[in-house]
């Protein structure tokens, strides 16, 4: 059973499933801020968990590939470095599910912050949305 979830979670599969994951997330910052929902498990640490998952998987998966992660340290020397280590799926993976958790960690301080000074839901759905 194991063996299947691997071999199902390909870098593909994986990218559909942490975009499609974070959507209901950013859907009740957006339309229900101030919901009991969105305070104990939107704006929580549960999201960061479960995109951490991700991440250590993905990792693994590269550990097991045998992915070469000294030459990440490559990239501090020139700009053709790092575009040479983006064209790697699991590199751009890697980032992808960071730059996404680092969005909704954003968004629920947004929704934090707009409770604590008592701003508007609906001028909040502004900069919930850039």
């Known amino acids: 059973m194991i063996e299947q979830i691997y071999n199902y979670f ?24 101030q919901s009991y929902l969105c305070r104990y498990f939107v704006s929580s640490i549960f999201p960061i968990f479960v995109l951490s998952g991700a991440y250590i998987f993905i990792l693994y998966k590269s550990y097991l590939n045998s992915y070469d992660f000294n030459d990440n340290f490559n990239l501090y020397f020139s700009i053709d470095n790092i575009s040479e280590l983006f064209t790697d799926k699991t ?19 947004i929704v934090k912050d707009s409770q604590k000074f008592l701003i508007n839901k609906f001028l909040l759905f502004i900069p919930l949305l850039i």
Do not use: D, Q, R
């Open 91 to 109: 590199f751009l993976m890697m980032f992808w599910i960071h730059f996404i958790s680092i969005n909704l960690f954003t968004g629920g301080w």
């Open 10 to 33: 390909t870098i593909e599969m994986l990218y559909y499933w942490v975009n499609l994951g974070v959507l209901p997330f950013w859907l009740i910052l957006i339309f229900f801020p």
